[in-house]
């Protein structure tokens, strides 16, 4: 079981008894998109930003992105961190039909992948600051961002690391912060165009 200090946000009660069984921390479940008409469950929200931080873990669809910009929009002080699972398609086993989109949501994530998920995101070691950071400069120069086919070398990138194809520029960079070192980044991509 993991310790996990911070508390985690999830979409739903499925979400939540998946973690139930993988982590040891405060799960906290927005009920998809009525965290936009309870205020008290964003105040609380709030509350744990502020005091243990705060693990968005939403799945990799659109509406899963919404629900956490929302919260990242909402809560102005704190720490505030993205885990990502990957995009996996395929359908949870208790549902009729795929969702929308196709993508396994987080009760559907195989264990294994949402403790990696976990680990990439840096929260279950002592967090010490990269000292020379990756940035959205080393982002261009890798030709991943500001250049005409750059979303299409994210995406490719991203799926070689396992994170959902929909992550912004500035989501990749703080999930790349959290993941590896400048130096590991600089490996990788020279790696990538030999």
Same mark, same amino acid.
């Given at each position: 079981?993991?310790?996990?200090? +911070? ?14 069984? /993988? ?5 906290? +479940? ?13 105040? %609380? ?9 705060? /693990? ?19 809560? +102005? ?23 929308? =989109?196709?993508?396994? &949501?987080?009760? &559907? ?12 995101? &840096?929260?279950?070691? =002592?967090?010490?600051? /990269?000292?020379?950071?990756?940035? !959205?400069?080393?982002?261009? %120069?890798?030709?991943?961002? &500001? !250049? ?7 995406? =490719?990138?991203?799926? !070689? ?14 999930? %790349? ?14 790696? !990538?165009?030999?």
């Amino acid at each position: 079981m993991l310790r996990i200090k +911070q508390a985690i946000i999830v979409e739903g009660k499925y979400d939540k008894i998946k973690l139930k069984s /993988l982590v040891n921390a405060v799960i906290i +479940q927005t009920n998809g998109f009525q965290i936009y008409k309870n205020p008290e469950l964003l105040a %609380l929200i709030r509350h744990y930003a502020q005091t243990t931080g705060i /693990l968005i873990l939403t799945d990799s669809d659109r509406a899963g992105f919404q629900i956490r910009n929302y919260i990242k929009g909402a809560v +102005q002080n704190g720490d505030v961190r993205n885990i990502y699972i990957p995009d996996i398609f395929g359908k949870e086993k208790r549902k009729v039909r795929p969702s929308a =989109e196709g993508k396994l &949501g987080v009760e &559907g994530v195989n264990a294994a992948i949402l403790r990696e998920a976990f680990r990439k995101a &840096g929260v279950l070691t =002592e967090d010490q600051p /990269l000292s020379d950071p990756i940035t !959205k400069t080393d982002l261009y %120069l890798a030709g991943l961002n &500001g !250049k005409p086919d750059s979303t299409e070398k994210r995406r =490719e990138f991203q799926k !070689k690391l396992n994170l959902p194809s929909m992550l912004s520029a500035s989501a990749l960079l703080e999930v %790349l912060n959290s993941m590896m070192t400048r130096e590991e980044f600089f490996m990788m991509n020279s790696e !990538k165009q030999e």
